[in-house]
């Protein structure tokens, strides 16, 4: 029995912190009677980011990659221009089907299409370095997909085949019809 103390003399499981000890780097105040242990507390129940590692030990833990959703567009579209139609009445006679093809960035996205149509949305939007995206080269090329995101630095790349890679980010709400129809109209270049 040379390897195991007896009985009673083990060491705690879970140290006993006297109250006042010089020598504890938590210094840890016991509010119990002196010989109650002191673990850390249970962060278990506080609201999301409070329970993270890095607030538990003080230490900033590396930060996981960005998942992207990846989207890829290939030019299938057509120009819809009736002959002898106008190009006002061609924006306008397209409105609905722009509109309805627009959409907000909700999760991070990497966009490859042939397009390089982009438009600043943040002027529109009121909100900093927000983005439209367009998988068409043209306003008025139909079908296309509009997507409206947030820009960070690096966002636009040129692939080796011509293509174009956009990455973009929760644009952090929907889009409203009013908001949608003036991106829309400034898709236009006069």
């Known amino acids: 029995?040379?390897?195991?103390?007896?009985?009673?003399?083990?060491?705690?499981?879970?140290?006993?912190?006297?109250?006042?000890?010089?020598?504890?780097?938590?210094?840890?105040?016991?509010t119990g009677d002196d010989e109650t242990p002191v673990s850390p507390p249970d962060t278990s129940r506080l609201s999301s980011g409070w329970n993270q590692p890095c607030f538990r030990t003080g230490v900033?833990?590396?930060?996981?990659?960005v998942q992207f959703k990846i989207l890829i567009f290939e030019r299938t579209q057509i120009i819809l221009q009736k002959p002898g139609e106008t190009s006002?009445?061609?924006?306008e006679r397209l409105r609905d089907q722009a509109t309805n093809s627009m959409s907000a960035?909700?999760?991070?996205?990497?966009?490859?299409?042939?397009?390089?149509?982009?438009?600043?949305?943040?002027?529109i939007l009121k909100i900093k370095d927000a983005v439209l995206i367009s998988t068409s080269t043209c306003v008025h090329e139909f079908p296309a997909r509009?997507?409206?995101?947030?820009?960070?630095?690096?966002?636009?790349?040129?692939?080796?085949?011509?293509?174009?890679?956009?990455?973009?980010?929760d644009l952090g709400r929907e889009l409203t019809s009013e908001e949608k129809n003036a991106l829309y109209d400034a898709m236009r270049a006069d």
């Open 60 to 65: 900033p833990i590396a930060k996981q990659p």
């Open 105 to 123: 960035t909700r999760e991070p996205t990497r966009i490859i299409t042939p397009s390089w149509l982009t438009v600043d949305a943040s002027k």
């Open 1 to 30: 029995m040379s390897g195991t103390p007896p009985v009673g003399q083990r060491k705690p499981a879970i140290p006993i912190i006297k109250k006042g000890d010089p020598d504890d780097p938590r210094r840890l105040e016991n």
């Open 146 to 169: 509009i997507f409206v995101g947030i820009r960070k630095e690096g966002f636009q790349e040129t692939l080796k085949d011509g293509r174009h890679q956009y990455s973009l980010y």
């Open 88 to 91: 006002e009445n061609l924006h």
